[in-house]
């Protein structure tokens, strides 16, 4: 006979491993303005979490950051690819910025 434990392991959210990190970039998001820095890194954690069974807080929030600044995800991702294409968003910031998973 199965335990209710059993059944909800099952449901269970990951942690994400950057979720710290991560964490600390979207508060900043949430407080800060929509530069290309900013826009990048709400672009990046998008990707990131998109689908992922987990950081329920994070992927609101980043909804969150996309209404504050009146984007929809469309428009963000436009916006980030020409970002992208003219400028080095995370240069001097170490090559590890670029982290996308």
Not at 31 to 38: I, K
Not at 75 to 97: C, D, F, M, N, P
Request: charged letters at 30%.
């Amino acid at each position: 006979m199965a335990s209710s434990d059993d059944s909800n392991s099952t449901h269970k959210d990951q942690q994400h491993p950057l979720y710290r990190s991560d964490r600390d970039i979207v508060n900043s998001l949430l407080a800060g303005e929509p530069n290309d820095y900013n826009l990048a890194e709400l672009a990046r954690l998008r990707i990131r979490y998109r689908g992922f069974p987990g950081a329920r807080d994070i992927q609101a929030d980043l909804e969150k950051v996309l209404e504050q600044w009146q984007l929809s995800e469309t428009a963000l991702y436009e916006k980030t690819r020409q970002i992208h294409q003219t400028a080095k968003v995370y240069k001097g910031r170490g090559s590890q910025r670029e982290d996308w998973s």
